[in-house]
Each structure stands twice: as structure tokens, then as C-alpha cells.
């Protein structure tokens, strides 16, 4: 997301002139499914605790280097087009201080892949689907006990130096049935090719799933993971 892609909003100034005891920035390359609002708040005082709701979830805040508190606020791929609140909490001292930002989810509309793939990633045998429930019991586990402090320092980069094939949240058919929206994006790159974690995390991950083949996640604190996953080639 360049800087010239980012819109910035701020609170207006109170009527005497005098700034907000506690304010909200967002920026953001657009407000739809699939996109992520950068969300900033300058508080006055030195606050013990943030928190930041938004679209029902509570959102982990950290603080930077400016003294301001930060939050990474992800648009649903099916998220609904609407108004809904940012809000943000901040204790400073015995004083809670709270304020909001409303933002307005546009529709989006994504395109359509058809693949032909094994029918057993389609139709899988109840054999095959016991260790699917086994495979969802762990990632769940894994995506419910993310690091609680930011584990990334450094600017994100990307995981290899080819051109990305595919888009998130295309929607997929597969042998003409609907299958659930593409979650990821994919790079096409010859075998063998050193593969970078984006940013500083940890490896929560590493194992052969079913559906996504050779796996690995990698948890860079608050709620933010990385998945790379290394495609069969029969699929």
C-alpha cells in the first residue's frame, strides 16, 4: 500500500480549538471486503490500557514510536456494506477516555476462478474427512493463542521475488462446485526457490495438511499470521 494510496481522516479540532483528549486516524488504500484500515490513536497522558472494537472484535493495539497506539482493523470477505464504528477506550489514570470513527464499508465485487482439481479435495471420503476435522482442531488451537505482544519491527516484505497469479478473496469453483473464497495469494516459482518470512514471528506451524499440502504459519504477535502453503501438483 503506497503512501499516496492512503487516506488519512482525523477528528476536528473542538470548538474552542483546543485538540481532543483522545483521537482517531485512519488510513486506508479502501474501505471493503478483503482490506485493512490502519487505525491510529493519539491520546493525551500516558495510558495503562487501549482497546479498540470494531466490527464486533475486539482489535489488539500497540503502541509506536511517536508515543501514539495503533491497530490493524482486517474487512471481512463477507463483511456487509454498511456504516459501522471504530472504537477506541484508553484508561489514563482513574479517567477512561473513549471516541469513535465510523467507517463505511463499500460493496466489492470479486472474480471468479474454475479450477479442475482431484475430487477427493472436493467430495473428501469420510476417511479422509476425519483428518480434516483433525487438521481444523489444530489451526484452530494455533489462530486462538496468537503471541500477546508484537513480535514484527521491521517494514513487511514480500515472500519471494515472482509476480503474485492469483488475488484474495477470488471466489472459487472447483469441478463446478463453489468452494469458499480464496484466502490467500499465490506466487508461481520454480522448485527450490529460498522462501522469506515477511517479518520477524514465530513458527507455530510446519506440517502437511490436507487441503493446503506442506504448511507453514508463522505467528508475528497480535493476531497477526503469516501461511505458506506449498500446493500439491495434483491439484
Not at 47 to 71: C, E, L, Q, Y
Not at 76 to 101: I, K, N
Request: charged share 20%.
Amino acid at each position: 500500500m503506497t503512501a499516496s494510496a492512503l487516506v488519512a481522516m482525523a477528528f476536528s479540532l473542538g470548538a474552542t480549538g483546543q485538540a481532543a483528549p483522545i483521537t482517531i486516524d485512519t488510513a486506508y488504500r479502501s474501505i471493503a471486503p478483503g482490506e485493512l484500515v490502519v487505525v491510529t490513536i493519539k491520546i493525551e497522558g500516558a495510558p495503562t490500557n487501549v482497546r479498540v472494537d470494531a466490527f464486533r472484535r475486539v482489535i489488539p493495539a500497540f503502541k509506536i514510536d511517536d508515543g501514539s497506539w495503533r491497530a490493524l482493523v482486517g474487512i471481512d470477505l463477507d463483511q456487509r456494506p454498511g456504516r459501522y464504528l471504530v472504537e477506541a477506550e484508553a484508561a489514563v489514570g482513574s479517567t477512561v477516555l473513549r471516541q469513535s470513527r465510523a467507517l463505511v464499508v463499500a460493496p466489492r465485487k470479486f472474480p471468479t476462478r474454475t479450477l479442475r482439481v482431484n475430487p477427493a479435495f472436493v467430495n473428501p471420503s469420510p476417511t479422509e474427512l476425519t483428518r480434516i476435522r483433525a487438521d481444523q482442531a489444530f489451526l484452530g488451537e494455533v489462530y486462538a493463542r496468537p503471541a500477546a505482544t508484537r513480535l514484527w519491527s521491521a517494514p513487511f516484505v514480500r515472500p519471494v521475488p515472482g509476480d503474485a497469479n492469483s488475488s484474495f478473496g477470488t471466489r472459487s469453483v472447483f469441478n463446478g462446485e463453489p468452494r469458499s473464497p480464496h484466502g490467500g495469494t499465490d506466487f508461481l516459482s520454480p522448485s527450490g526457490t529460498p522462501i522469506k518470512s515477511p517479518s520477524a514471528g514465530r513458527i507455530v506451524c510446519a506440517r502437511d495438511l490436507y487441503f493446503t499440502g506442506n504448511t507453514v504459519i508463522i505467528d508475528h504477535g497480535l493476531g497477526m499470521f503469516r501461511c505458506w502453503r506449498i500446493s500439491r501438483a495434483s491439484m
